[in-house]
């Protein structure tokens, strides 16, 4: 038998707005996400592969806009060599009927919308059996039936399906839980598998591919998919991994102590090409402690580098500061500003009070300690 072919991807979300981002970040975002279907036709006609099976989730909503919806019909018409093979997952559920119907009225014929859970022969000797969500929340195994379906010795089964594996989970709340001994009870060469923003391999016949396009900090790294090849039936499937995505998404933590060279360790966990950085988002958590002139040495020197990033976030609700007699000096030797400093100081150091209060007066100490600082650059200047 020909080896059998195809790529395997799910959860494009195409029509995401990213609200949570600044405007420009999100237009960016936008962007790179309405072009991965034409991403994928390119790598599929680069590796040999004649079909692209998506596991769901192709829109991020069931009312996605005119434009998204026929740009992504229009690039998938425009690869003509290859068939398409899509299910509904819960974003885009088969209850979105206004949706499908507009999809069905535009698609090509190379354009499969697999809606109901029912086989079809995707080439001559393979079956596909899709497990549509047929509704945004199904509350059962929604590849139950693939058990009972039987296909010719010699004939190979793929299953497609969109939700949470028991044991595993899902990425999104209310995911439909899927049997994790599906491929083996339903004796499926490979199930493609969508839900799951990041890859995951459940086991040798059953994995999630990820999204082409990464959209959170949770998957870090760039998106993207599964080739796939079936050399014959039971044999093991031979999976490669295929980067798609434009952004790269990284998590970073920063640890610091009073003796911590902070600009120093912050070039550390930045990525080493520069020139790429715009295309990264960054977020970093910094904890630790650190006195009030390391604090203003790391924000002076996350200024510098966080405009030339895709977007920057700085979370240091878990970074503390140690103050010293030597600090206040920094402010002023004496007078109004060095006895309001001292009453900041004790109120950032005294454990009879509630966190919250603490922590409002080590940020006003922290914010008199940054001004003071400036005006004396200033000065000298």
């Known amino acids: 038998m020909t080896p059998f072919r195809f790529l395997h991807s799910s959860d494009l979300h195409l029509g995401k707005r990213f609200g949570q981002m600044p405007e420009e970040v999100r237009a960016d975002l936008q962007q790179a996400r309405q072009q991965v279907v034409a991403a994928l036709a390119r790598l599929a006609q680069e590796r040999g592969a004649q079909h692209i099976l998506i596991a769901g989730d192709m829109f991020d909503t069931e009312t996605p806009s005119t434009r998204v919806l026929r740009q992504a019909l229009a690039a998938m018409a425009a690869a003509a060599d290859l068939q398409w093979w899509i299910i509904p997952g819960n974003h885009d559920s088969a209850a979105a009927e206004t949706l499908w119907a507009e999809m069905a009225a535009h698609t090509s014929e190379n354009t499969h919308l697999l809606m109901q859970p029912e086989p079809v022969e995707m080439a001559p000797g393979v079956h596909l059996l899709p497990a549509p969500c047929l509704h945004r929340f199904a509350g059962q195994d929604l590849t139950a039936w693939m058990d ?33 001994n599906r491929a083996s009870s339903a004796r499926l060469d490979y199930l493609a598998l969508g839900d799951w923003h990041g890859a995951f391999t459940l086991n040798e016949r059953s ?16 998106g993207q998919c599964l080739l796939v090849e079936l050399t014959a039936a039971g044999l093991p499937p031979e999976v490669t991994s295929i980067e798609t995505g434009a952004y790269h998404w990284q998590d970073q933590l920063l640890q610091l102590s009073p003796a911590s060279d902070v600009a120093a360790q912050l070039q550390e966990l930045l990525p080493e090409n520069r020139a790429d950085w715009n295309r990264h988002l960054l977020r970093l958590r910094v904890e630790g402690w650190v006195t009030a002139p390391q604090r203003l040495a790391l924000e002076e020197a996350i200024t510098k580098v966080a405009p030339e990033f895709c977007h920057f976030a700085l979370e240091k609700t878990e970074l503390r500061s140690e103050y010293q007699l030597s600090d206040l000096d920094l402010i002023a030797p004496n007078g109004a500003l060095r006895a309001a400093a001292e009453d900041l100081m004790r109120a950032a150091e005294d454990e009879r009070k509630a966190q919250s209060e603490r922590d409002i007066a080590s940020a006003a100490l922290n914010r008199l300690f940054a001004y003071t600082q400036q005006l004396a650059t200033e000065v000298d200047a």
């Open 207 to 222: 994995r999630y591919s990820g999204t082409p396009e990464a959209d959170r900090f949770k998957h870090a790294g760039r």
């Open 148 to 180: 009972g379906y039987e296909t010719p010795a010699g004939n190979l089964r793929i299953g497609l399906a969109h939700g949470g594996v028991l044991d595993f989970g899902s990425d999104e709340a209310g995911g439909e839980v899927i049997s994790s």
